[in-house]
């Protein structure tokens, strides 16, 4: 099994920058790529990026490119989204998940392991 725990949310203001950890432990030798996602209460949860932890290869949401970027720390299990230029839009609750396929990266359904989320407020 994998467990993943989330940090580093915050509240800052408009234009600001934080940067999410997700650490992974346990059965970390099966994950093939880990995801950001974000959900609001009574919103659908949103996949915001994605990487391939062979390749490093990144995937984002339009809403997000240019913006947000995802790495990694393979000495650390550890995944980061580095979040720049944040707005109030970008409030949310993060998640991150991991998934033993290279699947479809958007779909829920794909992911086997969830952390319990990080809240990030952006005010204007």
């Known amino acids: 099994q994998v467990q993943l725990v989330e940090s580093g949310g915050g509240s800052v203001q408009t234009g600001g920058s934080l940067r999410l950890s997700c650490t992974a432990s346990?059965?970390?030798?099966?994950?093939?790529?880990i995801t950001w996602f974000r959900q609001s209460p009574g919103t659908e949860r949103e996949a915001v990026a994605r990487?391939?932890?062979?390749?490093?290869?990144?995937l984002y949401a339009d809403s997000v490119k240019g913006r947000f970027t995802i790495s990694q720390d393979n000495f650390k299990n550890t995944v980061y989204l580095q979040m720049n230029n944040l707005k109030p839009e970008d409030t949310h609750r993060y998640y991150c998940?991991?998934?033993?396929?290279?699947?479809?990266?958007?779909?829920?359904?794909?992911?086997?392991?969830w952390g319990r989320g990080t809240q990030v407020t952006v005010s204007s």
């Open positions: 990487i391939a932890l062979a390749t490093g290869e990144s």
């Open positions: 998940a991991a998934s033993p396929i290279l699947g479809t990266w958007t779909a829920i359904i794909t992911y086997t392991a």
């Open positions: 346990g059965s970390t030798t099966n994950i093939k790529q």
